[in-house]
C-alpha cells in the first residue's frame, strides 16, 4: 500500500525559507501525478501545488504562486516543495499525495501521511 512520510518543517519567520520532502515507500511515483496539500488550523484542506508525471507541468494557486516550486525525483521516489518568502497565513500542516491529474486537486491514494508542520511567525 502506497504510504508518503512528510518531512521539513519547522518555525521560520516571516520572509524566510523551507524545503519540505515527501518520501512514498509502497509503489513507483513516477507513473503519478503528485501534489502538495495543507491543512490550516480551522479550514479545509487545500492543494497548493501539483506536479505531473514527467514534470513537465506544474499548477499553483495564486496564493503561493512565485513563491513556491514542486519538484521531483523520480529515482528516489521523492517529492520536494521549496518555499520561499513565507507569509504567516502559510502555517498549515503540509501533505504530500497521488492526484487524478494537474487540471484539479482530486487525490488517489486512500491512506494520508501524517503531515509536516510548517510554522511562520511575524
Known amino acids: 500500500q502506497l504510504q508518503f512520510v512528510e518531512s521539513g518543517g519547522g518555525l521560520v519567520q516571516v520572509g524566510g525559507s523551507l524545503r519540505l520532502s515527501c518520501v512514498a515507500s509502497g509503489d513507483d511515483l513516477r507513473h503519478y501525478p503528485l501534489g502538495w496539500f495543507r491543512e490550516a488550523p480551522g479550514k479545509e484542506r487545500e492543494g497548493v501545488s501539483c506536479?505531473?508525471?514527467?514534470?513537465?507541468?506544474?499548477k499553483y494557486p495564486d496564493s503561493v504562486k512565485g513563491r513556491f516550486t514542486v519538484s521531483r525525483d523520480n529515482a528516489k521516489n521523492t517529492l520536494y516543495l521549496q518555499m520561499n518568502n513565507l507569509k504567516s497565513e502559510d502555517t498549515a500542516v503540509y501533505y504530500c499525495?497521488?492526484?487524478?491529474?494537474?487540471?484539479?486537486?482530486?487525490?488517489?491514494?486512500?491512506?494520508w501521511g501524517k503531515g509536516t508542520r510548517v510554522t511562520v511567525s511575524s
Open positions: 506536479i505531473s508525471e514527467s514534470a513537465d507541468r506544474t
Open positions: 499525495q497521488v492526484v487524478l491529474n494537474c487540471d484539479g486537486w482530486t487525490t488517489l491514494a486512500p491512506v
